[in-house]
C-alpha cells in the first residue's frame, strides 16, 4: 500500500519524523564509534600493561635459574678440605 501524504501538514509531519530517525541514528553510531574508540585504547592499555608483567615474570624467572645454577655448581664441586687431607 502506498504512502499517501493527504496535505502539506502530513508531508511535513512525515518529513520531519524522517529527520528525527536519522539524527536519532547519527547519534547513535556516533556514541557508538566513541565507545569503540575508548575500548580499543583500554585494550592498548591492558596489552601494554600484560608485556610489561610478562617481562617482569621472565626476568625473575632466569634469576632464578642463575641462582639454581649457581646452587647445583656450589653443590658439584669438590670439597676444599678434601683436597687438603
Do not use: C, W
Request: charged fraction near 30%; avoid cysteine.
Amino acid at each position: 500500500m502506498p504512502l499517501i501524504l493527504r496535505n502539506r501538514r502530513d508531508a511535513f509531519a512525515f518529513r520531519f519524523g524522517r529527520q528525527s530517525g536519522i539524527r536519532a541514528t547519527d547519534d547513535a553510531v556516533e556514541q557508538l564509534q566513541d565507545q569503540l574508540q575508548r575500548e580499543r585504547e583500554q585494550h592498548r592499555y591492558n596489552m601494554l600493561v600484560k608485556e610489561q608483567e610478562l617481562a617482569l615474570v621472565l626476568r625473575e624467572l632466569a634469576q632464578a635459574r642463575l641462582e639454581l645454577a649457581r646452587i647445583e655448581a656450589l653443590a658439584s664441586a669438590p670439597s676444599p678440605s678434601a683436597s687438603l687431607h
